[in-house]
């Protein structure tokens, strides 16, 4: 074969090629079409999906906050539970409120308590309020005098009139 005819068959089989090619419209391919269709479902179904993604994250984050406020609040509750330490005792615990749980700032100030010897009882002001309440009764059948001396006016009065036969 001569250069010639190599350059003229080359040729030939360039044409065949682009020939083939321009036969082939992928709208025509049924195949391509199918798989077209499904890619872009997927592609929608990806776009649907970070949405939810997006949202939900966003919900967890809120919940996560408000969670994190709640234990915040009990944590605080707790610690001025122990109304019987002094702020400078309970400052550990206030400055690391946040990395210590519930059962962890029980522990610390527990432990306080324990190390200081400290009272469990109500403040001594409260403790002496509590002693000043005191109930007194009186029983409006007495008939002796001398119980007299010992009650309110209103009560002896009272007894006056139960005994005068006025009030059963």
Do not use: H
């Not at 040729?11 to 090619?21: A, F, G, I, T, Y």
């Not at 592609?43 to 406020?69: A, G, H, P, Y």
Request: with cysteine; aromatic share 8%; hydrophobic share 30%.
């Amino acid at each position: 074969m001569s250069p010639t005819d190599e350059d003229n068959k080359e040729s030939e089989e360039d044409e065949d090629k682009k020939k083939k090619k321009a036969k082939y419209n992928l709208d025509e391919v049924t195949e391509y079409q199918e798989l077209l269709v499904k890619y872009n479902e997927l592609e929608n179904s990806v776009k649907e999906l970070n949405t939810t993604i997006t949202q939900l994250t966003n919900d967890n984050t809120e919940l996560i906050k408000f969670k994190n406020r709640i234990e915040k609040d009990k944590k605080e509750k707790l610690i001025e539970s122990f109304f019987m330490l002094n702020e400078e005792q309970k400052k550990d615990c206030v400055d690391n409120i946040d990395k210590y749980s519930l059962d962890e700032i029980e522990a610390k100030l527990s432990v306080i308590c324990v190390r200081n010897k400290v009272s469990f009882d109500l403040n001594d002001s409260e403790k002496k309020k509590e002693e000043e309440v005191k109930t007194t009764t009186y029983n409006l059948d007495s008939t002796v005098d001398d119980a007299y001396a010992n009650m309110p006016a209103w009560v002896a009065r009272a007894i006056e009139v139960k005994n005068e036969g006025n009030f059963n």
